[in-house]
């Protein structure tokens, strides 16, 4: 006959009272979300002729802070200006360098709206130190398809 082998799993003792209310007290605390710290960035600017975003993000493209036109007090036609675009471009710029210490950014604009060059000239009035400037613009290469013609 074949020996079975039969296996005990040790049994696991119930800590002290004491020591279980001192570690269900640390459980429950939440630990403070590391401050992340990113140097160098990029800022996405989205000028339409509706309204401007500034995106701040890192090289990899994750969005740190945002701010757009409407979301800084403007509304219907005010939004497409260039003066909301610099209020947008500071609010994202000061976020983005207070809370992540953001300091050198590479800018890349992308819309035909007024707002390009007003968010660009602030990050330079805000000592942002910019390292370079790229248009990122589609450009339509074939356009739609045309009208069927006119038969009389």
Same mark, same amino acid.
């Given at each position: 006959?074949?020996? &079975?082998?039969?296996?005990?799993?040790? &049994? =696991?003792? /119930?800590?002290?009272?004491?020591?279980?209310?001192?570690?269900?007290?640390?459980?429950?605390? #939440?630990? #403070?979300? /590391?401050?992340?710290?990113?140097?160098?960035?990029?800022?996405?600017?989205?000028?339409?002729?509706?309204?401007?975003?500034?995106?701040? @993000?890192?090289?990899?493209?994750?969005?740190?802070?945002?701010?757009?036109?409407?979301?800084?007090?403007?509304?219907?036609? #005010?939004?497409?200006?260039?003066? /909301?675009?610099?209020?947008? /471009?500071?609010?994202?710029?000061?976020?983005?360098?207070?809370?992540?210490?953001?300091?050198?950014?590479?800018?890349?604009? #992308?819309?035909?709206?007024?707002?390009? &060059?007003?968010?660009?000239?602030?990050? =330079?009035?805000?000592?942002?130190?910019?390292? @370079? =400037?790229?248009?990122?613009?589609?450009?339509?290469?074939?356009?739609?398809?045309?009208?069927?013609?006119?038969?009389?």
């Amino acid at each position: 006959m074949a020996e &079975e082998e039969v296996t005990t799993t040790p &049994e =696991i003792e /119930a800590p002290a009272a004491a020591e279980t209310t001192a570690e269900a007290a640390k459980a429950t605390r #939440k630990k #403070k979300k /590391a401050r992340r710290s990113v140097s160098h960035g990029q800022v996405h600017v989205l000028a339409s002729f509706n309204n401007t975003i500034v995106t701040v @993000s890192d090289t990899a493209g994750n969005a740190l802070t945002s701010a757009s036109a409407g979301r800084s007090g403007f509304r219907g036609s #005010k939004k497409g200006t260039a003066y /909301a675009a610099q209020v947008a /471009a500071e609010k994202a710029i000061g976020d983005a360098r207070q809370n992540y210490g953001v300091a050198k950014v590479d800018v890349l604009v #992308k819309g035909i709206g007024l707002g390009r &060059e007003a968010a660009v000239r602030t990050m =330079i009035n805000q000592k942002m130190q910019i390292e @370079s =400037i790229r248009d990122i613009t589609s450009v339509p290469h074939g356009g739609t398809r045309p009208r069927k013609a006119k038969r009389n």
